[in-house]
């Protein structure tokens, strides 16, 4: 067994005194011993599409200690008694829960929220229609934090890029590009100067980064379906999301090994049954069960994918493992690097089915979960 030591961001060969729930080859340097992966992307819907429970399982059996939800839910986090009841709501499950704050709603300063400081990372714009109107009016009034960006000119219409042979495929590829440029040049007017931009999908949008990060602080995140998938490869409705799947699969992995890209993420947006109609299905893969897998399957360099699930997402957040209240080894994920798995969404814990790996082999597995001192998850079976 091998250790992910998240201090250096190395794989190490060091030992940790921890019991095992069953004897098995301790030895075998497959196995690799890691703190919990963070997700500072996740949606929960509320209502019946997933709750707080389920989601803590799914994120669980993924191998997430931390999740940070965005604000699109039933109803949107955009108040305070909304923001109130899903801090209620997520307390106490063994995934530590963070929050994010509708751009647009009431709430006008977050660091006036003293009880909810530790539970809030910023605002975000994630799921929620937005005009440049909108935009101007938020951060005129609106007290600087770090802003999640889903960069997107709503105006344009289109579910999938220009160029493809599926139905409204009418969005232009340089919508995100020019949405991210909008959203940080705001901002920069009225003091802000923090952005994160969530599920970059285009070299446009690498290239608008790079130019504005001589600007202001800026990180940036892809998700699971962006490095995994071309526009030929969508046969189904699940494949549908937003933004689209884009001919710029393999420049956004190039981006992740230089660096470019700052983290992971995972955008785990579970729905009902989506049905067959492009036109009507809503945006959306359910995954979080299954993220890592698809990372490793596609990067095959676990010391890349840990340090992107781990230090990285966390450099996003500023933060440290302690401030979640995580601690290395007492919360730890046990990962088995050399087994290989087909996807059956039909078995998933997240109320969401509609996964878009649905039937795919995938390259790794989460064999143990670990949460304060006591492992939790072993090899397919949660533990009383
Ligand atoms: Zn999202």
């Known amino acids: 067994m091998q250790i992910f030591d998240y201090a250096s961001a190395k794989i190490v060969n060091s030992k940790v005194d921890i019991d095992f729930p069953e004897r098995f080859d301790t030895e075998n340097p497959a196995l690799v011993l890691s703190p919990p992966f963070v ?11 997933e709750d707080y429970d389920s989601l803590n399982r799914a994120a669980l059996v993924g191998g997430f200690g931390a999740c940070v939800i965005q604000p699109n839910t039933k109803p949107p986090i955009e108040n305070l008694g909304v923001l109130e009841n899903h801090i209620r709501l997520s307390k106490g499950k063994e995934v530590k829960f963070l929050h994010t704050v509708s751009l647009f709603g009431d709430i006008e300063d977050l660091d006036e929220l003293e009880n909810f400081k530790d539970n809030i990372t910023g605002w975000s714009t994630d799921g929620i229609r937005y005009t440049s109107e909108d935009l101007v009016r938020a951060f005129s009034r609106k007290k600087n934090v770090l802003v999640f960006d889903h960069s997107q000119i709503h ?12 139905p409204n495929a009418l969005r232009t590829y340089s919508n995100e590009a020019i949405a991210i440029c909008r959203t940080v040049l705001t901002g920069l007017e009225f003091g802000f100067n923090k952005f994160h931009i969530q599920h970059v999908s285009t070299v446009q949008s690498l290239e608008m980064i790079e130019f ?3 600007k202001a602080q800026i990180t940036c995140e892809v998700t699971p379906h962006h490095v995994f998938f071309l526009p030929e490869d969508i046969r189904n409705t699940n494949q549908k999301i937003n933004p689209p799947i884009s001919k710029d699969r393999d420049a956004l992995v190039k981006a992740v090994r230089d660096g470019v890209i700052t983290c992971f993420a995972t955008d785990h947006a579970p729905h009902p ?3 067959d109609s492009f ?3 809503p945006y959306g893969s359910s995954h979080i069960e299954v993220a890592f897998s698809v990372y490793l399957t596609v990067f095959q360099d676990v010391e890349l994918v840990l340090r992107n699930l781990t ?7 500023d933060k440290t493992y302690e401030m979640l209240d995580l601690h290395f080894p007492d919360d730890a994920v046990l990962i088995d690097t050399s087994a290989e798995y087909v996807v059956e969404s039909r078995k998933f814990l997240s109320k969401g089915k509609n996964c878009a790996f649905e039937g795919q082999r995938l390259k790794g597995r989460i064999l143990g979960v670990r949460r304060n001192g006591r492992w939790v998850y072993w090899n397919g079976e949660f533990l009383n």
């Open 273 to 275: 049954e989506k049905g």
């Open 39 to 49: 997700d500072i992307h996740t949606h929960v819907r509320l209502n019946d599409q």
């Open 212 to 214: 504005l990060r001589r």
């Open 155 to 166: 105006e344009i219409p289109g579910d999938f890029y220009i160029g493809t042979s599926l």
């Open 279 to 281: 036109e009507q299905a």
């Open 311 to 317: 230090v990285n997402p966390l450099r996003v957040l």
